[in-house]
């Protein structure tokens, strides 16, 4: 018998949720009587722990994928995906080139050592590539007066027909917290951007969830690159993912494998640093943090068993948790426990409760957990 317990991935739910970003897009570009952006569905990391096989078949519909591993985007390109693969960190050492010519993938170039790198490359096709800007995000890109000159070299590549350039990017920092701080994001790409009337990708997922989407659009060919609202979790800490009508990908369920009683001023696991203050049942569940839950969850964490919502008590140990059973008399051993996801806690409340964010925990689930695919 294998635990009991389970990653159940829902390839419908993707599914849905890029029509979800698709019409907000489509709204947004029709009230400015302009045509609506194409859509990169980010898959990197593994697509945010969904599996890069459910997500070619879920984001069919995507007008291309974007990611960063070499291996995740061949895949990709193995499981039949004919449409653009943009690589968000372009390729790492000249090596790569071949991999990035064989099959037929979009680099960005952020940095001078790149560009070098394609100086000595002969390609039999140009590769198509996408300019970074650094515009306050500090992370990947070309920053400031460092722009014209990597686009001076791009464009000497270009004519040399190694490169077929096709746009220019750049990353937000805050598009989830602070408008005044990517509005002026918005201002530098706009003074930097070499190539304005080519295409463009600025938004992530947060961006493309704003109210005023339409200050993100332009008249120009425009790529939007949203990741985790795809996977049913939201990019705000105080807006839900529920609340933009997006749905769950992921459930992480376990079941309960033994029950305590303990009496009030009895500790808990680990530390005892939860210690019952009156006669308490307590649900042991076959998911711990070698499975991908986050150790540093609270007592108060909440979670879902046989239907009804409880809290964690205690520490995370390495193969299970325990769960408040008081008042829910029905569950006992064998009952399910959802720990996030589908009629379970949404897994940003578990992530806040954690002190960190969904995507931190949608990717974490380790491999030895076995995925249903629904
Ligand atoms: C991860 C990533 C995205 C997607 O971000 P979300 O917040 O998940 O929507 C978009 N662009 C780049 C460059 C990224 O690295």
Redesign the pocket.
């Given at each position: 018998m294998p635990r009991p317990i389970s990653l159940t991935i829902d390839s419908a739910a993707m599914t849905h949720n890029l029509g979800v970003v698709r019409q907000r897009l489509e709204q947004a570009a029709h009230a400015l009587q302009r045509p609506a952006p194409y859509i990169?569905a980010?898959i990197?990391?593994n697509a945010?722990g969904h599996g890069v096989q459910p997500a070619v078949q879920a984001f069919a519909q995507a007008d291309g994928l974007?990611m960063?591993d070499f291996n995740e985007a061949i895949q990709c390109r193995e499981l039949g995906w004919q449409k653009p693969i943009l690589l968000?960190?372009g390729f790492f050492a000249a090596d790569d080139l071949a991999a990035v010519q064989t099959h037929q993938l979009s680099v960005?170039l952020h940095h001078d050592e790149q560009l070098r790198q394609l100086a000595h490359c002969r390609p039999q096709q140009p590769i198509a590539a996408y300019l970074?800007i650094n515009t306050g995000m500090n992370r990947?890109g070309f920053a400031g007066p460092d722009v014209a000159q990597a686009w001076a070299r791009i464009q000497a590549l270009q004519a040399q027909g190694v490169v077929r350039f096709l746009g220019a990017?750049t990353?937000f920092a805050l598009?989830?917290e602070s408008r005044p701080v990517t509005l002026q994001q918005i201002n530098a790409f706009n003074q930097l951007n070499p190539a304005p009337e080519a295409a463009f990708?600025v938004?992530?997922?947060?961006?493309?969830l704003q109210t005023d989407l339409q200050a993100f659009l332009s008249a120009n060919e425009q790529w939007v690159?949203?990741?985790?609202?795809?996977?049913g979790a939201s990019?705000f800490a105080e807006q839900s993912a529920a609340s933009f009508d997006l749905r769950p990908a992921q459930t992480l369920e376990a079941e309960i494998i033994s029950v305590q009683q303990v009496q009030a001023g009895q500790g808990v696991g680990y530390g005892h640093t939860f210690e019952a203050t009156e006669a308490l049942r307590i649900g042991v569940v076959a998911c711990g943090y070698a499975d991908g839950y986050p150790r540093h969850a609270p007592t108060g964490t909440p979670v879902v068993v046989a239907g009804q919502r409880s809290r964690l008590v205690g520490r995370i140990s390495m193969d299970m948790l325990t769960i408040d059973l008081s008042g829910i008399n029905q569950a006992g051993v064998g009952s399910k426990v959802v720990l996030w996801g589908r009629q379970g806690p949404s897994v940003d409340e578990v992530a806040q409760a954690a002190g960190t964010i969904g995507?931190e925990l949608v990717t974490a689930v380790t491999p030895r957990v076995p995925r249903l695919l629904k």
């Open positions: 990169w980010v990197k990391a945010y974007a960063l968000l960190e960005v970074k990947l990017m990353h598009a989830d990708s938004c992530n997922s947060a961006a493309t690159r949203p990741g985790i609202c795809l996977y990019p995507y």
